[in-house]
């Protein structure tokens, strides 16, 4: 074996393991909403090549707005899902949108771009 192509495959393996721990094993440490204005709790998301922050800690049966704002140009951000509530909105890139829920018990609850790769949670205590 030659040494480019060695050096080729060792390249290969550390992008490879990269990407599994950036999508399956790294993790976020969980971030608490602010509450704001009449007891909403309210946190800034911004979407660039993932969710900053990707965990979100909220009180149950508390109003929630998310507000999102894609710095990115990839159409992957350009939309956002939160099944559990029913709820998808698309992002214009740097413009901030914002979406109101409420978590109605404790849990963990997940919001996904439009093609299901960028995640995030919420996690309601």
């Known amino acids: 074996m030659s040494m ?3 050096l080729v495959t060792l390249a290969g393996f550390a992008l490879i393991a990269w990407i599994v721990w950036y999508f399956w094993l790294w993790k976020d440490e969980a971030v ?3 509450t704001g204005e009449r007891g909403v709790q309210e946190i800034e998301v911004t979407v660039r090549g993932g969710y900053q922050p990707s965990a979100i800690m909220v009180q149950a ?3 929630v ?3 999102f704002t894609r710095r990115e140009a990839s159409t992957c951000g350009e ?3 939160l ?3 029913g709820k998808r909105a698309h992002l214009p890139q740097d413009q901030t949108v914002s979406i109101e829920i ?3 018990r404790p849990g963990e609850y997940e919001f996904t771009c439009g093609m299901n790769m960028m995640r995030g949670k919420l ?3």
Do not use: K, Y
Request: net charge neutral; hydrophobic share 40%.
């Open 83 to 85: 099944p559990d509530f």
């Open 61 to 63: 049966g508390r109003p």
């Open 65 to 67: 707005r998310l507000n």
């Open 102 to 104: 409420t978590p109605a």
């Open 4 to 6: 480019s192509s060695l």
């Open 79 to 81: 939309e956002v899902v």
């Open 123 to 125: 996690i309601a205590q």
């Open 32 to 34: 608490s909403a602010a």
